[in-house]
């Protein structure tokens, strides 16, 4: 974690929520970025701007923050194709089994008291927590 100061992470977190709230008194929607990306995929062009729009507004955020701060990330030259392609196998698994991702669950069902969203959230984070601990400290990895 380069950058980490508790301003930055509550400036960020509070406009992640801030977002929610926008989308959710705006729109009528969660957002929950897996259901917005897998919506562009559906036939239904009635729901195809707003989600289109949301995730352009997300990468324009995350480039000029970029291009306003001296923030770069981490690039590993030596990571494996077929670990990244199996990292992000089972995320899109995982949401669709879960029906939501991090955001979705995390931010806007927790806000919203949902007992499947509480689970759900306290589920990742602690297999996150979980595999980094055997990544790092067990096999050695990323360390």
Request: proline share 3%; glycine share 14%; charged share 5%.
């Amino acid at each position: 974690m380069q950058n980490f100061t508790p301003l930055s992470a509550f400036l960020g977190g509070s406009l992640i929520g801030l977002s929610a709230v926008l989308l959710l008194w705006c729109n009528g929607r969660i957002a929950g970025v897996s259901s917005i990306m897998n919506g562009l995929f559906q036939p239904d062009p009635a729901n195809y701007y707003w989600r289109a729009c949301f995730l352009l507004g997300l990468l324009a955020g995350s480039a000029a923050w970029f291009q306003l701060t001296d923030a770069q990330l981490p690039i590993r030259q030596n990571a494996s194709s077929a670990l990244i392609a199996a990292g992000g196998f089972l995320v899109g698994l995982g949401t669709r089994i879960g029906s939501g991702c991090t955001s979705g669950h995390g931010i806007c069902g927790i806000a919203l008291l949902s007992v499947r969203s509480i689970l759900a959230t306290l589920t990742f984070m602690l297999t996150g927590i979980l595999s980094v601990y055997l990544v790092r400290h067990v096999l050695g990895v990323l360390a």
